[in-house]
């Protein structure tokens, strides 16, 4: 049962077979997501899930998993011996908010500017390539939404994702053509 699951959650993460718009349930990525990087996290933070009655949103669901992915990954990544990984979703007036907080050492103030730049690590050579929130960056503003973070040397960071319900419908038109 447990290789079932695994398998539709690769399936639903990586959406091999389909790059389109379409409406999509963020919880339920976001639920596929924690179960792929489950084994990078587990034996750094309890991860608690603090769902809220979202309304599905069009957008590109691979894509926005990948963003899910990096951001849980790097919070792991963050936390020295364990500590906890926090997602919130809630409904906004035009679309959904997802926030996901860690407990782990939190960015330097001089680092914080530079986070979404192209090939910008603080990770050892060798074990990031500094790509994975400039990706995410990208990804969220081809969805017309936005990325924010807050962060406090040994306090953690939190990531805010706002993303409307609908992109504008040129977006749409230009990812189909």
């Known amino acids: ?3 079932k699951q695994i398998v539709q ?3 639903d993460f990586s959406h091999v077979d389909q790059a389109e718009w379409k ?4 919880n339920k990525g976001i639920e596929s997501t924690l179960n792929i990087a489950a084994n990078e996290i587990k034996y750094k933070a309890d991860v608690i899930r603090d769902f809220g009655d979202i309304p599905p949103i069009e957008c590109l669901p691979q894509q926005l998993n990948q963003v899910f992915m990096n951001i849980l990954v790097n919070a792991a ?3 020295d011996d ?3 990984i ?3 979703t809630r409904p906004t007036a035009d679309g959904v908010v997802i926030e996901i907080s860690d407990t782990g050492h939190g960015i330097p103030p001089e680092h914080l500017t530079r986070i979404f730049d192209p090939f910008f690590t603080t990770k050892p050579v060798g074990d990031g390539t500094g790509l994975g929130l400039s990706l995410a960056y990208g990804i969220i503003n081809r969805h017309h939404g936005r990325i924010d973070v807050q962060s406090g040397v040994g306090h953690g960071t939190t990531f805010r994702i706002t993303l409307p319900a ?3 419908v040129e977006q749409v038109a230009s990812a189909i053509a």
């Open 1 to 3: 049962t447990r290789v």
């Open 9 to 11: 959650d690769l399936k």
């Open 23 to 26: 409406e999509a349930d963020i």
């Open 77 to 79: 990544h963050a936390i």
């Open 82 to 84: 364990h500590g906890t």
């Open 86 to 88: 926090t997602v919130r």
């Open 166 to 168: 609908h992109p504008p």
